[in-house]
């Protein structure tokens, strides 16, 4: 996938991340919360951009949830040094 560069927050990049995941891995909020363990709410708020900040451990979590390590969240575009902003 070809991203346009856009400059964003590490948190709405993860969250950018997240629906992407779920939308290529047909995933609904509700099955990643029993594959993650990270209660829906939690999820929706960082799907809605709500959380400033989101926790190693959630990361990992979530990223258990879709069956990849935290290396393997991380690889995507998104998250290259001149798209976040401090």
């Avoid at 927050?9 to 991340?17: F, Y």
């Avoid at 400033?52 to 879709?66: E, H, K, N, R």
């Avoid at 690889?75 to 001149?82: A, G, K, Q, R, V």
Wanted: glycine share 4%.
């Amino acid at each position: 996938m070809t991203y346009r560069q856009v400059i964003m927050t590490l948190s709405e990049a993860i969250a950018a991340h997240i629906e992407e995941l779920l939308r290529l891995n047909g995933m609904t909020q509700y099955r990643l919360f029993k594959a993650s363990g990270v209660p829906q709410s939690t999820i929706s708020s960082i799907r809605r951009r709500k959380n400033a900040s989101v926790s190693s451990l959630l990361l990992w979590q979530l990223a258990q949830g879709f069956g990849m390590s935290l290396r393997e969240f991380f690889d995507s575009p998104l998250f290259d040094t001149e798209n976040i902003e401090n």
